[in-house]
């Protein structure tokens, strides 16, 4: 009989569970104003955020770098063992709603006293053997939905977590690909500064020829010295940061320190399409928004887990097992035994201490609404600043280049007056200054152009997230979160 009534008290709370009453408001995503467009508008490409946008470079150097980053660096692998971390939280989470059963067996051998209260008989022996062996069931009823709660909070961080390491791909990609966009850019600068320290260097050879011959005056042979170490003193200036950015990249590629391959110049680079998308877009697929988004759905479903704190807890054990002092009796009948129970404990008086929690957890989804609104106005702004940098970069190397062209007829006509005597040597320093840092400004530019596209690609997002995390040594994977169904 008691058996069946245990049975049924079981059956009913199970049904119960399944269906009755969960405590908390259930997650809605707040409203945010999305803007209908950006400031900016250039000429875009469908799809593109959702192929791997770096092979539209064309340099196969630079997609073995990534691939190698995505292999080895360690970031990647810190942020995927954190998510592990989460799954088996949720799975412990989860269990405490589940019925728990247990073992013991324990054999001893004692003395009693003879002669205690009462005192021992003359015909028993004071020294005994005891065998015992039980297997032990509990169930703490969640009928209230608490340890729902707890498991949604904690599955919401798994998916959080995971939205932080497709954040962490995000960034390691696109932070190859603008270091290495980079290093192109002072390798060419570095160039510059080489050739025209060569030809300055030819200069001065000639100047101080026809200084000896009397052609020249001292002032304009100091001149021309003091040009060509201008040039010199910019080479070991680009070195360090070529040295600089090339130990970045190893460590972005899980390596120490060390020279970085080249393949194309950043004159052949191909220039990347930039991607065509609405700003609503973004909340569904910027892993910063989505890790924000599924903070939020923790601390709401945390304050569900905290106000359940104010009902009853039914818990139900029972126990099986035998004991005997011989080990002969141990599996008789005699030395069996067995217990059923139900338990209720609920809270009359706290002195205030689940109001704290629950005050403390409707905090923290206060903040959470916060940060997520705030993480959804950074990621408008991150991707309007992108788009207008790009175009204005854009025209910004176009005029560059320009003047690039303009400086290099100049200084070319400036050495022809010059060698004519129309003019003073002044004059062609003048230029050919100009020139130089003209060129310099120019290689930077050129780089900055590159990366102002990749920030583009690093604000909008997409599914190349997911492509490059596909090739990562620790991919996203179904197995580290068996069990969970991720939210649209």
Request: charged share 15%; glycine share 8%; proline share 5%.
């Amino acid at each position: 009989m008691r058996t069946l009534t245990l049975a049924a008290i079981i059956a009913a709370t199970t049904v119960c569970v399944g269906g009755c009453f969960t405590v908390g408001p259930n997650y809605s995503r707040p409203e945010v104003s999305v803007p209908a467009t950006w400031r900016i508008d250039l000429p875009q490409a469908e799809e593109v955020a959702n192929t791997a946008w770096w092979e539209q470079f064309q340099d196969p150097v630079l997609n073995a770098l990534i691939q190698t980053a995505l292999r080895d660096n360690l970031d990647v692998r810190i942020a995927a063992a954190r998510v592990d971390q989460f799954a088996g939280l949720v799975r412990a989470t989860r269990s405490q709603g589940l019925p728990q059963i247990g073992y013991g067996a324990n054999v001893s051998r004692s003395r009693t006293s003879e002669v205690g209260m009462p005192p021992l008989s003359p015909a028993l022996d004071p020294i005994f053997n005891l065998y015992q062996g039980t297997l032990s069931a509990a169930w703490q009823v969640d009928l209230f939905g608490r340890v729902r709660r707890l498991t949604e909070a904690a599955q919401a961080q798994v998916f959080a977590s995971e939205q932080a390491q497709r954040g962490v791909v995000l960034s390691l990609v696109t932070g190859v690909a603008t270091s290495y966009i980079t290093l192109r850019g002072l390798d060419r600068q570095l160039e510059v500064a080489r050739a025209t320290a060569r030809i300055f260097a030819e200069t001065l050879r000639i100047f101080e020829l026809r200084y000896r011959d009397g052609l020249v005056s001292e002032t304009e042979l100091s001149q021309v010295r003091s040009q060509y170490k201008l040039a010199l003193s910019t080479i070991p200036a680009v070195e360090q940061q070529i040295a600089i950015v090339e130990n970045g990249i190893s460590i972005l590629l899980g390596q120490n320190p060390g020279p970085i391959p080249r393949g194309k110049s950043i004159s052949e680079l191909v220039l990347p399409s930039i991607p065509s998308d609405l700003p609503s877009t973004l909340l569904g697929r910027r892993p910063d928004i989505l890790q924000a988004e599924q903070n939020l759905v923790a601390a709401n479903a945390n304050v569900g887990a905290a106000r359940a704190l104010y009902y009853p807890t039914i818990s139900l054990t029972g126990a099986l097992g035998s004991v005997s002092t011989a080990f002969g009796d141990f599996l008789s009948g005699p030395a069996a035994l067995w217990s059923i129970a139900a338990g209720v404990t609920g809270p009359i008086f706290t002195a205030g201490a689940i109001e704290g929690q629950v005050q403390s957890t409707e905090a923290q989804k206060r903040q959470a609404e916060l940060v997520y609104r705030q993480t959804i106005l950074g990621a408008f702004s991150d991707t309007n600043n992108a788009l207008i940098g790009a175009q204005k970069t854009s025209e910004q190397t176009a005029s560059q280049q320009e003047r690039v062209d303009a400086l290099r007829e100049y200084a070319r006509l400036s050495n022809l007056k010059f060698e004519d005597g129309l003019i003073g040597y002044l004059e062609v320093l003048v230029s050919e200054n100009d020139l130089f840092a003209a060129e310099l400004s120019l290689a930077s530019l050129q780089a900055a152009r590159f990366n102002q596209v990749i920030g583009v690609y690093q604000s909008v997002g997409g599914g190349w997230v997911d492509i490059a995390s596909s090739l990562s040594s620790v991919p996203l994977s179904a197995d580290r979160t068996t069990g969970l169904v991720q939210p649209k």
